[in-house]
T-cell receptor, first 115, second 115 residues
Framework: DGGITQSPKYLFRKEGQNVTLSCEQN?????MYWYRQDPGQGLRLIYYSQIVNDFQKGDIAEGYSVSREKKESFPLTVTSAQKNPTAFYLC??????????????FGPGTRLTVL | KNQVEQSPQSLIILEGKNCTLQ??????????LRWYKQDTGRGPVSLTI?????NTKSNGRYTATLDADTKQSSLHITASQLSDSASYIC??????????????FGAGTRLAVHP
């Protein structure tokens, strides 16, 4: 069963704590992405990666960190430096980073709530 | 500034009726335009992708149109069903060859289909 999985579905964190969101894909895609979704706003790009051990900052990378040690995995760490981390986080992947029609496939999301 | 604006913000229709959602964009250069369906608490799922040369594309009861001259797109839903209740997101891909085709997301239209 091919696709993208994210875990956990719901996550609660106390202020001042770091937390890591998991994203795994078995689609053999090279590119992976992390987005943040807030009510009434479009998705905003946090980080993206086109290959193992390489990743780039998106529009709102401050307070977040990522790693890409395996092609299948792209975990996102929300650090205590992120001022407003409560949001819905979406992971996505695509065959490659660029191209005329480069469809991104999304995972089911993780809802992070800071208490 | 590259932007994607969607209207209306929300819409309520009766089951079996048709509806049309609008998307205006100011993204340049343009690569393609996508419509996604996002159920509450889930990741977006692609409905259609249209390149510059395409002005209409269908996916079952969903038909998207694109007018690249006026930079407008619409998503028409025919014979609505209760399962169509979701947010519909318009996404425009910037056209940068050799690099990352950045996606610009609209805030979405929240559709509720009532029996």
């Amino acid at each position: 069963d091919g696709g993208i999985t994210q875990s956990p579905k719901y996550l609660f964190r106390k202020e001042g704590q770091n937390v890591t969101l998991s994203c795994e894909q078995n689609l053999n895609h090279d590119a992976m992405y992390w987005y943040r979704q807030d009510p009434g706003q479009g998705l905003r790009l946090i980080y993206y990666s086109q290959i193992v051990n390489d990743f780039q900052k998106g529009d709102i990378a401050e307070g977040y960190s990522v790693s890409r040690e395996k092609k299948e995995s792209f975990p996102l760490t929300v650090t205590s430096a992120q001022k407003n981390p409560t949001a819905f986080y979406l992971c996505a992947s695509s065959m490659r980073l660029a191209g005329d029609v480069n469809e991104q496939f999304f995972g089911p999301g993780t809802r992070l709530t800071v208490l | 500034k590259n932007q994607v604006e969607q209207s209306p913000q929300s819409l309520i229709i009766l089951e079996g009726k048709n509806c049309t959602l609008q998307c205006n964009y100011t993204v340049s250069p343009f690569s393609n335009l996508r419509w996604y369906k996002q159920d509450t608490g889930r990741g977006p799922v692609s409905l259609t992708i249209m390149t510059f040369s395409e002005n209409t594309k269908s996916n079952g009861r969903y038909t998207a149109t694109l007018d690249a001259d006026t930079k407008q797109s619409s998503l028409h839903i025919t014979a609505s069903q209760l399962s169509d209740s979701a947010s519909y997101i318009c996404v425009v891909s910037e056209g940068f060859s050799g690099g990352y085709n950045k996606l610009i997301f609209g805030a979405g239209t929240r559709l509720a289909v009532h029996p």
